[in-house]
């Protein structure tokens, strides 16, 4: 247990979320429990990871998690370890709200993204159907995020491409996706910024310069496709191709990517299979599987086509990690909470205030 590596969770103190700064120390080294000197509260060494308060050995946890997010049947785990399926569901729950929290501190973070492909995939659940929309960015494999919805509709779309959003810097960038209309009003609405002129009122807001967007539209018969037509709905011809080798390298615009990323999505999240008896009852376990599956993907999954001498995950082509991750590391990632804000008050700040001022907010 190392306390330089840990940060206080207590969201009253003025240093909570904060690492190195010499204010945790050792509790109880037999109990894994740690302090903080500024507000003098002791917490555990698993606080806000998924071993929280867990009584199974971690080592076992991950190996579970491990199979699940592989694709194995929870009846199967069952018959093997011995374990209730509400256990399972548990630790399921508790892995995808990890997972989402890794993938919102990591990876949505501003980066030059250069090509990102997006597509839906149609999944069957218990009393109806929903939607998975999925993106990816195409140079290093790296899986953007995801949203589930009961509808495939613009609100679905439009908070697909807002995780993007989060996920891009101020860059060119092509984006690839199938025919659905909702993609271009979607992308142009919220690649916008406000234009501050100093005047009162709601400020004008302004597209970014050189976002390109592509449409793939396959027409199908008898469940094959007879044609592919490919438009260019923003952008010349000479910047989205010079876009598209710049990501990809030779070949033509397409969606092979995001397709291929969405059948490794069916293979390791078992409700995704089509035509089996493994459906969904709720909305929500999608979305926690989803989130599992996607931060496996990105971290702890050597991708075969980025790098043949080593292996390579897509999180560390982006530049996120240095290295392939555990699944137990995964689970056992500090995810940092936001710094403390000072209190408005009237008048001048006391002594103390300004002190902590001075110590945590520098």
């Known amino acids: 247990m190392?306390?330089?590596?840990?940060?206080?969770?207590?969201?009253?103190?003025?240093?909570?979320?904060?690492?190195?700064?010499?204010?945790?120390?050792?509790?109880?080294?037999?109990?894994?429990?740690?302090?903080c000197h500024e507000c003098h509260k002791t917490f555990s060494a698993t606080t806000g990871t998924v071993f929280y308060r867990?009584?199974?050995?971690?080592?076992?946890?991950?190996?579970?998690?491990?199979?699940?997010?592989?694709?194995?049947?929870?009846?199967?785990?069952?018959?093997?370890?011995g374990f209730d399926e509400r256990t399972i569901a548990d630790w399921w729950?508790?892995?995808?709200?990890?997972?989402?929290?890794?993938?919102?501190?990591?990876?949505e973070q501003p980066r030059d993204l250069g090509q990102v492909q997006a597509d839906e995939l149609r999944v069957k659940k218990q009393g109806g159907i929903v939607w998975v929309a999925l993106a990816m960015m195409v140079k290093t494999r790296l899986w953007l995020g995801g949203e589930v919805s009961a509808q495939r509709d613009m609100p679905l779309i439009r908070r697909l491409i807002e995780r993007v959003r989060r996920c891009a810097t101020h860059r060119p960038l092509l984006f690839c996706t199938?025919?659905?209309?909702?993609?271009?009003?979607?992308?142009?609405?919220?690649?916008?910024?406000?234009?501050?002129?100093?005047?009162?009122?709601?400020?004008?807001?302004?597209?970014?310069?050189?976002?390109?967007?592509?449409?793939?539209?396959?027409?199908?018969?008898?469940r094959r496709v007879v044609e592919t037509e490919r438009r260019l709905v923003d952008g010349t011809p000479a910047r989205v191709e010079t876009l598209r080798r710049r990501s990809q390298g030779d070949g033509v615009i397409n969606t092979a990517y995001i397709e291929r990323l969405n059948a490794t999505f069916r293979e390791r999240l078992a409700p995704l299979a089509r035509r089996c008896?493994?459906?969904?009852?709720?909305?929500?376990?999608?979305?926690?599987?989803?989130?599992?599956?996607?931060?496996?993907?990105?971290?702890?999954?050597?991708?075969?086509?980025?790098?043949?001498?080593?292996?390579?995950?897509?999180?560390?082509?982006?530049?996120?990690?240095?290295?392939?991750?555990?699944?137990?590391?995964?689970?056992?990632?500090?995810?940092?909470?936001?710094?403390?804000?000072?209190?408005?008050?009237?008048?001048?700040?006391s002594g103390a205030l300004q002190h902590l001022i001075e110590r945590w907010c520098a």
């Open 178 to 222: 199938d025919g659905l209309c909702s993609y271009i009003r979607a992308i142009r609405e919220t690649f916008r910024e406000p234009v501050h002129t100093g005047m009162g009122g709601r400020p004008r807001l302004r597209a970014w310069r050189n976002v390109l967007i592509a449409q793939v539209v396959k027409r199908y018969e008898r």
């Open 93 to 107: 729950t508790r892995s995808g709200r990890q997972g989402q929290a890794v993938h919102e501190y990591l990876v």
């Open 54 to 81: 867990l009584r199974t050995a971690a080592e076992t946890v991950s190996l579970v998690v491990t199979l699940l997010a592989h694709g194995c049947p929870v009846q199967a785990i069952v018959a093997a370890f």
């Open 2 to 35: 190392d306390p330089t590596t840990l940060f206080c969770p207590n969201r009253n103190c003025p240093a909570r979320g904060q690492t190195g700064r010499g204010n945790i120390g050792i509790h109880s080294q037999k109990e894994q429990r740690c302090i």
């Open 277 to 349: 008896r493994a459906l969904a009852r709720h909305t929500l376990t999608l979305h926690e599987g989803m989130f599992v599956v996607g931060t496996v993907y990105n971290f702890c999954a050597p991708h075969a086509s980025l790098s043949q001498a080593q292996k390579t995950t897509p999180a560390m082509a982006a530049g996120i990690t240095d290295h392939c991750w555990t699944i137990h590391e995964l689970l056992s990632f500090h995810v940092p909470l936001s710094r403390w804000v000072p209190p408005k008050r009237r008048g001048r700040p």
